[in-house]
């Protein structure tokens, strides 16, 4: 089937409407008609070949929602009219020791949702900048939020399931504190999912300005990274930091903060290297520096009931197909609160 999509031809060229081809869906498939699409940095990072890969067509997009428009033979977990999103990743081994954790996201044979080599024309996976979607069953998610915030869900496919994860998998809860660094795409949702797991929250910034907008997210304490003071004030206090910043900076300022076995959790990806951390700050306290990508399928679906059963959402700005030129202009200043949302039904105008 041939729907519309808007895609970039080339690393240095605009992204434009254009027309791609859906599979017919297979026995396990589940087609989607695609309402709105959320807007990730990573999306800019690919189209613009800033990571090494990128291979033309490119129709970025991995936070995807909308309705279930037709199922293959052999589906059985969702009918036709359900609510549901598709995420990063729509398809892996299924067999290896990652996968059978549910663990995909980890599968040494992952596929994107998009920019990944598939048997579909032209031979990658086109992602959510399009009127519609067909996805193997074992990786579209339900969405049991109100149909009203259908769009502000859309973000949680990729900025609420990245930092959902180290937070589970670090095991926050009360009597936690955790330092969220950057407040973007990813890092409202850490100062919001924190907050809902009953952690002491503390955002930090480079930006005094930003310091109402924290504190309205959830946050306790916001702390202006800038001021050394202020930082110091917060040295060996925290379980866990989850660093959103995807450029690089100097990460020992932070190391420090952590306590005797804390961990700071990596979860943006700077296209130039961090400068290395010394050494000392980690082995004086046992400190570690680690990493987290995105989250396995089982654990996306409870993110999502997380969210729907506590009332969470992205901040969003609604945007038309046409408009996302600019916004990607925009993200890269940081213009926005704190997610673009392409609704997808300007696509077709």
Not at 88 to 115: F, I, K, P, R, W
Not at 158 to 164: E, K, L, M, R
Not at 243 to 253: I, Y
Not at 290 to 317: K, N, R, Y
Request: charged content about 20%.
């Amino acid at each position: 089937m041939t729907v519309k999509a808007y895609g970039a031809h080339a690393a240095d060229q605009a992204l434009v409407s254009m027309d791609i081809t859906r599979r017919a869906p297979g026995a396990h498939d589940v087609q989607i008609d695609i309402a709105f699409c959320g807007v990730c940095h990573s999306d800019l990072h690919t189209v613009r070949s800033e990571w090494a890969g990128t291979v033309f067509p490119c129709v970025p997009g991995h936070e995807i929602v909308g309705r279930v428009s037709a199922l293959g033979g052999h589906v059985s977990g969702f009918k036709v009219g359900d609510l549901v999103g598709v995420g990063c990743l729509v398809d892996s081994c299924q067999h290896c020791e990652e996968c059978d954790a549910g663990l995909e996201n980890y599968c040494d044979n992952m596929t994107g949702t998009y920019n990944f080599p598939t048997a579909d024309a032209p031979g990658h996976t086109l992602g959510g900048y399009a009127e519609q979607i067909v996805v193997h069953e074992r990786y579209v998610l339900r969405v049991s939020h109100p149909e009203q915030q259908l769009a502000a869900v859309a973000p949680l496919l990729c900025a609420g399931i990245t930092t959902y994860s180290p937070l589970r998998h670090w095991n926050v809860g009360p009597g936690k504190k955790v330092g969220i660094v950057g407040i973007g795409g990813l890092g409202h949702m850490g100062i919001k999912l924190a907050r809902a797991m009953g952690a002491h929250v503390v955002a930090f910034t480079t930006s005094e300005s930003k310091r109402q907008d924290a504190e309205a997210l959830g946050a306790h304490e916001v702390v202006v990274s800038k001021d050394a003071a202020a930082m110091a004030k917060h040295a060996s206090s925290l379980d866990l930091i989850i660093n959103t910043v995807a450029a690089p900076h100097d990460l020992d300022a932070f190391v420090t903060l952590l306590k005797r076995d804390g961990t700071m959790t990596l979860v943006g990806v700077p296209a130039e290297p961090h400068p290395s951390p010394a050494v000392f700050n980690l082995i004086g306290k046992r400190r570690a520096i680690a990493g987290s990508m995105i989250g396995g399928i089982p654990e996306t679906q409870e993110m999502l009931d997380f969210c729907a059963q506590h009332g969470i959402v992205a901040d969003i700005e609604m945007i038309r197909a046409e408009d996302i030129n600019a916004a990607y202009e925009r993200m890269l200043k940081g213009d926005v609160k704190y997610r673009f949302v392409i609704d997808s039904a300007t696509l077709a105008a």
